[in-house]
C-alpha cells in the first residue's frame, strides 16, 4: 500500500463530483443518456486504528498488499429522484431545448436501423 492511500470516502466524493460535472464537451450537444445507478467494486483494506474506528483504503493498482487483507465492497450509487421526476423537471426547467433532447433521443434510439425519417416508416 502506498505511503498516501485513497480512502473509501475520498473515492466516492470523486465519482460523486465526476457524475455532476457539467461539462459535456461542446454546448450544443444534449444529454443523451440519463444515470440510473453506478456501481463500483473496489477492492479494499480495512484496519482499525486506535479510538478513531475502522480505516477503508481503496487498493491501487499495483499496491503492495497481501491477498489475506483484501475485501471486496460493492458500493451502488443511485440519484435522489427518479427518472420520470428527472424529465419532468428537465422539461420545466429547460422547455426551450426539450426538443433537442427528445428528437436526439429518437436518433439514438435508431442507430443502425433506417435513416428514413418516423414518418416515411409503413
Not at 502506498?2 to 450544443?28: A, C, H, Y
Not at 486506535?50 to 451502488?76: C, F, M, P, W, Y
Not at 426539450?98 to 429518437?106: G, I, N, R, S, T
Request: glycine content about 8%; hydrophobic content about 35%.
Amino acid at each position: 500500500m502506498s505511503d498516501n492511500p485513497i480512502e473509501l470516502r475520498e473515492l466516492i466524493e470523486q465519482v460523486k463530483e465526476e457524475l455532476l460535472s457539467q461539462e459535456m464537451g461542446t454546448n450544443n450537444k444534449v444529454p443523451l443518456f440519463s444515470v440510473d445507478e453506478v456501481e463500483l467494486e473496489l477492492q479494499v483494506t480495512v484496519c482499525k486504528e486506535g479510538k478513531a474506528g475502522l480505516q477503508i483504503h481503496v487498493i491501487e493498482l499495483g499496491g503492495n498488499v497481501s491477498r489475506d487483507d483484501v475485501q471486496v465492497v460493492k458500493v451502488t450509487l443511485s440519484p435522489l429522484l427518479s427518472k420520470e421526476e428527472r424529465i419532468r423537471l428537465y422539461k420545466s426547467r429547460y422547455p426551450d431545448r426539450w426538443q433537442a433532447l427528445e428528437d436526439a433521443a429518437v436518433q439514438g434510439g435508431l442507430k443502425g436501423g433506417s435513416q428514413r425519417p418516423l414518418g416515411d416508416l409503413p
